[in-house]
């Protein structure tokens, strides 16, 4: 059961209308790392978490947390639009989605939103559940929860600097420390569930000793140059080889013959070393 509070979380008031900002502020909105990406990813964590107690609070707890946010982020850009495309532009174009687009303002915004947030990012595209991670495993998902918090906060920290209203920056102020806190407790999560012996550093903690042995403590040198081999916390103080120079462990990736059904292009005759047409061909290039 969920119960919505007539109060925002935290207040969202620009000192002005600003509908080019409205629209960059939808990626935090809809966006791959937008709050509605962990709303939707913590619910459904929450739901599948198959332990109650403190690891399903802390899962349901942070999702209706973000529920808020969704709701203070779609606040500010209503009030970032308020007035447009009623501006000086609309006065020089009568038809207001013409005036909407010379404004700079999402179009979308105007037709579908009439003048409201939408469940899309800053180009309009809409949100996607594909975007979130709830697999059932709490170590899998808790990392995938620091990096959905990391890659929000980094969002956020750029569109504070895209801004110089102060009732904005006040709003995003806020979100940067919850996205701070969030971070900090899903790492701290992640330590806890070590500690209780229902996790290991790796997930899943499983058929370590089916996997192959000879290729679980190697990193492969596929980069120019030896930098990579450089860096000490991923070789020697974690037990990882930098295998130099690595070689292939199959033979040629050759499809298999296509079905006839599906019109593959296939001909027997073709091998590796090509046609009698195109051996010809390549010693009449040689001779020219």
């Known amino acids: 059961m969920f ?5 925002l979380q935290f207040e969202a008031k620009p000192e002005k209308p600003d509908p ?21 990813q913590y619910l459904f964590q929450g739901w599948n978490c198959r332990i109650e107690g403190k690891y ?26 308020e007035g447009a495309p009623a501006t000086m532009t609309a006065e020089a174009v009568k038809d207001p989605v013409m005036a909407a687009t010379l404004g700079g303002m999402d179009v979308q915004q ?16 809409p949100w996607n559940g ?6 059932g495993n709490l170590l899998a998902d808790f990392y995938a929860n620091v990096a959905a918090e990391a890659q929000g906060r980094l969002q956020t920290a750029r569109l504070y600097n895209m801004t110089d209203d102060p009732g904005v920056k006040a709003m995003l102020q806020f979100n940067l420390a919850r996205d701070t806190v969030h971070q900090k407790q899903w790492l701290a999560a992640i330590e806890e569930l070590k ?3 229902l996790e290991g550093d790796v997930a ?16 492969w040198h596929l980069s120019d140059g030896p930098d990579g081999a450089k860096g000490t916390s991923w070789t020697t103080d974690a037990g990882i080889e930098y295998l130099m120079d690595p070689q292939p462990l199959g033979g040629p990736g050759t499809a298999p013959k296509p079905d ?24 009449k290039n040689k001779l020219t």
């Open 130 to 135: 594909k975007y979130i991670v709830a697999s």
């Open 3 to 7: 119960r919505h509070t007539k109060l």
């Open 195 to 197: 500690a209780d012996g």
């Open 20 to 40: 080019v900002y409205a629209h960059k502020l939808q990626e935090l909105i809809g966006g791959a790392f937008g709050e509605m990406s962990v709303t939707m």
């Open 260 to 283: 006839p059904a599906l019109f593959g292009t296939y001909s027997p005759l073709q091998d590796a070393k090509g046609t009698a047409k195109g051996k010809a061909k390549e010693v």
């Open 110 to 125: 105007a037709i579908i939103g009439g003048g409201g947030a939408l469940p899309a990012d800053s180009n309009g595209y």
């Open 204 to 219: 899943p903690s499983a058929l370590f000793d089916e996997e192959n042995q000879e290729h679980n403590h190697t990193i």
């Open 56 to 81: 399903k609070d802390l899962l349901m707890d942070t999702a209706t947390e973000e529920i808020g946010h969704v709701e203070m982020l779609a606040t500010m850009v209503a009030r970032l639009l």
